[in-house]
């Protein structure tokens, strides 16, 4: 937060009183004030809370936030106001040239004399009955993040050029703040799942059945990635294949009657080449291996690895489309690392 600090501290009302008047200034410094503490708390909140008060304060009447993963996979909104979500979605999902030109990271002001530059921009403008709009990128550590999309007027006129001012002058400062709370989510994700794991760990100064422990292990990480379908596969070493030794949101019959070979699947591939494996779209993907009336959409595995050697994979599935981002796939590999050192002593108390 020392850039936030450092912006507000070089403000010049002075400068500001030339360019917009006193009442404006209070607005944006209480907007200022009411949204920093959100954005120490909770990511979603944050960027709803400045879609919300860019539309009020530059009295836009539609608002959404684009909302891009590490590796630019995921470029679905967050939020829309003023214009339906699933429609806007599924605009953006069919429209690949958006995702590429939000990639240049530059700020585009759309208006009817210049859309025709921009045939992406004229057939959303147009399907969802568009006049004007403004699309910001938000930055983090010199890559975009995120888009904050505002658009149209309450009052069905044309952003003017007090409108803009005023838009220069707040957009700095929610950057910043945005910056700041997907900082603190990442970091308070990590420091939850390193919270269960210590749980899980001292379950085992308990005595508690393996597969009791093995079972617990599954639901966390259920609850952690809130995904609807997880697993521990143990590698069969007599038949080179992974068995699955605890799942949970997987049919019984599924459980006992599979078993993937060493190398296939998403699994498979996670073991063998002892690496994380992230798919966000199972459907498009022909390793992949599921239930035949299987709902699920996006999948990740991540090896169990004891002494350089797989004894084991995490394997995660989701009924959504890109579930998955590489933050969590960071978190996976953790959260394996840690796993693969209770299944070792859960193993051992087994035997």
């Given at each position: 937060m020392k850039n936030f600090f450092k912006e507000l501290f070089n403000l010049n009302i002075k400068d500001l009183e030339e360019r917009i008047n006193t009442r404006e200034i209070?607005?944006?410094l209480e907007e200022?004030?009411?949204?920093l503490p959100k954005s120490f708390e909770n990511f979603l909140d944050t960027t709803w809370g400045i879609a919300t008060s860019v539309m009020h304060l530059i009295r836009a009447g539609k608002a959404a936030i684009y909302h891009f993963d590490d590796k630019k996979e995921l470029f679905l909104p967050l939020y829309t106001f003023g214009i339906d979500k699933n429609e806007f979605t599924h605009f953006t999902e069919r429209n690949a040239g958006i995702k590429k030109l939000f990639q240049k990271n530059k700020r585009f002001l759309i208006s009817p004399e210049n859309i025709k530059d921009y045939p992406v921009f004229n057939k959303l403008f147009s399907d969802f009955n568009i006049f004007s709009g403004i699309f910001e990128p938000i930055m983090l550590q010199n890559d975009v993040i995120a888009y904050l999309f505002v658009a149209d007027r309450f009052d069905g006129q044309d952003f003017d050029e007090h409108d803009l001012r005023l838009y220069e002058i707040m957009i700095p400062f929610y950057k910043l703040i945005l910056q700041n709370a997907l900082m603190h989510q990442?970091?308070?994700k990590r420091l939850k799942e390193l919270e269960d794991l210590r749980r899980i760990d001292r379950l085992l100064l308990l005595n508690l059945e393996p597969k009791r422990v093995i079972d617990l292990i599954v639901?966390?990480?259920?609850?952690?990635?809130?995904?609807?379908?997880a697993a521990i596969l143990l590698v069969n070493e007599k038949e080179d294949s992974l068995d699955i030794f605890s799942a949970h949101g997987t049919s019984e019959q599924f459980v006992k009657a599979t078993k993937?070979?060493?190398g296939s699947g998403v699994t498979g591939l996670a073991a063998k080449e002892k690496r994380v494996i992230r798919i966000n779209n199972v459907r498009d993907d022909k390793r992949y291996i599921s239930e035949a009336d299987s709902k699920m959409n996006s999948e990740m595995a991540a090896p169990l690895i004891i002494d350089a050697k797989v004894i084991g994979v995490l394997n995660l599935e989701s009924v959504e489309k890109y579930k998955f981002s590489r933050d969590d796939e960071v978190l996976l590999q953790d959260f394996a690392l840690n796993a693969a050192i209770i299944l070792k002593s859960v193993?051992?108390?087994?035997?």
């Open positions: 209070v607005a944006i200022i004030n009411s949204l990442k970091e308070k639901k966390k990480l259920i609850e952690i990635f809130n995904a609807e379908s993937i070979p060493f193993l051992k108390l087994k035997e």
